[in-house]
């Protein structure tokens, strides 16, 4: 089975494919939960979440920011 858009295409959008990975990932649960909420996703030509992820980044349309870690002595009780 051939990803389209292609790897090559997705990683213009990401540093690297770990983090692609994990942003599909992230996107894809974001809409079954979504779905499981009744929120309308009919504007999307799949019916897998993964595919629908995998469209948005292609589109440009998820964005991404890394975070710096919190040590543990750093947070506040």
Known sequence: MLLRPGL????????????????????????????????????FNSDKYVTMAVNEVASGKISYKYVKPVKKNEIKK
């Open 8 to 43: 090559d295409e997705l990683l213009k959008y990401v540093d690297n494919k770990y983090t692609l990975s994990v942003l599909v990932a992230k996107r894809a649960r974001q809409l079954l939960q979504q779905a499981q909420k009744k929120v309308d996703i009919t504007n």
